[in-house]
């Protein structure tokens, strides 16, 4: 396995092997990898000749008051754990190698990126959407993994990639959980003891919402309510949203109908986590 920061080293590999007739997958990531990441760059090595893992903490994507500088990293981690899942090449460029001083070019999302997330992060799709974009140009993979943990970036990822033609395969991934229910996050270090037991009212409510769905309840403020009830019980947890919406369009929904994402992000103390269940109804 190679690792390099030089997007010029990177397509010189995906040169060579495209010249082998060799097929590419990209699992795009932002580092301090774990068995969710893990289990995208597993799918990506079997179905895909070569996979390129991208290890970068996306300065663009966080608002001002977010925890860019105390986003955890681990690069030597990540590489043993790449390592270990039979990646060929980490991509992990400093912020300077993708953003020229005077960079100016963006891909600007509507509507799929307004609900959910992009309320109370404004600019965070902007810059997803946008780091993305320059991955694609710079690997152009065949298939590109994202994880359902971050269903409405999914979301978002599939409108882009068919609003500007781009040729690549999108696969989604399923949510990768700890043994209690707490869906896997690199955020997930931040919590002290207490907060990681109060974090546990997230899979809850999802897991409550699941099944109520499952058992034929379709009002969603008949779900939502239940699933806010769970949550509004754990005194270290704030709802930032509990919400149904469409999971391709990210539309409210006032029924559980269609392709339906229940996703819900929740302060525990200062930590931000979201988690979510999609069902076909
Ligand atoms: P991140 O490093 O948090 O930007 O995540 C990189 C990719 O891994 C995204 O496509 C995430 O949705 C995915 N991912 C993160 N956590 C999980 C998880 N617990 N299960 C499955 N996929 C995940």
Same mark, same amino acid.
């Given at each position: 396995?190679?690792?390099?920061?030089?997007?010029?080293?990177?397509?010189?590999?995906?040169?060579?092997?495209?010249?082998?007739?060799?097929?590419?997958?990209?699992?795009?990531?932002?580092?301090?990898?774990?068995?969710? &990441?893990?289990?995208?760059? +597993?799918?990506?090595?079997?179905?895909?000749?070569?996979?390129?893992?991208?290890?970068?903490?996306?300065?663009?994507?966080?608002?001002?008051?977010?925890?860019?500088?105390?986003?955890?990293?681990?690069? @030597?981690?990540?590489?043993?754990? =790449?390592? &270990?899942?039979?990646?060929?090449?980490?991509? &992990?460029?400093?912020?300077?190698?993708?953003?020229?001083?005077?960079?100016?070019?963006?891909?600007?999302?509507?509507?799929?990126?307004?609900?959910? =997330?992009?309320?109370?992060?404004?600019? &965070?799709?902007?810059?997803? +959407?946008?780091?993305? +974009?320059?991955?694609?140009?710079?690997?152009?993979?065949?298939?590109?993994?994202?994880?359902?943990?971050?269903?409405?970036?999914?979301?978002?990822?599939?409108?882009?990639?068919?609003?500007?033609?781009?040729?690549?395969?999108?696969?989604? +991934?399923?949510?990768?959980? @700890?043994?209690?229910?707490?869906?896997?996050?690199?955020?997930?270090?931040?919590?002290?003891?207490?907060?990681?037991?109060?974090?546990?009212?997230?899979?809850?409510?999802?897991?409550?919402?699941?099944?109520?769905?499952?058992?034929?309840?379709?009002?969603?403020?008949?779900?939502?309510?239940?699933?806010?009830?769970?949550?509004?019980?754990?005194?270290?947890?704030?709802?930032?949203?509990?919400?149904?919406?469409?999971?391709?369009?990210?539309?409210?929904?006032?029924?559980? @109908?269609?392709?339906?994402?229940?996703?819900?992000?929740?302060?525990?103390?200062?930590?931000?986590?979201?988690?979510?269940?999609?069902?076909?109804?």
């Amino acid at each position: 396995m190679e690792i390099t920061g030089r997007i010029d080293e990177v397509r010189k590999q995906v040169k060579e092997w495209r010249r082998q007739g060799l097929t590419v997958g990209l699992v795009p990531t932002m580092g301090y990898l774990h068995e969710g &990441h893990e289990s995208l760059i +597993c799918r990506a090595v079997a179905e895909n000749d070569k996979v390129v893992v991208s290890d970068f903490v996306n300065p663009i994507q966080f608002g001002v008051n977010e925890d860019l500088a105390t986003y955890p990293r681990d690069i @030597e981690a990540d590489k043993r754990l =790449c390592e &270990h899942a039979g990646a060929d090449l980490i991509f &992990h460029p400093e912020a300077e190698e993708m953003y020229a001083p005077d960079f100016s070019t963006y891909v600007e999302m509507q509507k799929v990126s307004e609900g959910l =997330c992009g309320k109370t992060r404004p600019t &965070h799709f902007r810059g997803v +959407c946008t780091v993305v +974009c320059k991955l694609f140009h710079i690997v152009t993979p065949d298939r590109a993994y994202f994880g359902q943990k971050d269903a409405q970036q999914m979301a978002v990822i599939r409108r882009m990639v068919r609003d500007l033609d781009i040729d690549v395969e999108i696969v989604g +991934c399923p949510i990768i959980r @700890e043994e209690d229910g707490l869906a896997k996050s690199s955020r997930n270090t931040y919590l002290n003891q207490e907060e990681r037991k109060a974090a546990l009212v997230l899979s809850k409510a999802i897991f409550h919402g699941e099944a109520l769905v499952k058992k034929g309840e379709r009002d969603a403020d008949v779900i939502l309510g239940a699933m806010k009830e769970i949550i509004e019980a754990e005194p270290l947890a704030r709802i930032d949203y509990v919400e149904m919406v469409d999971a391709d369009s990210i539309e409210p929904l006032t029924k559980a @109908e269609g392709r339906v994402l229940a996703a819900v992000a929740v302060y525990i103390g200062t930590t931000r986590l979201i988690d979510n269940f999609i069902v076909e109804v």
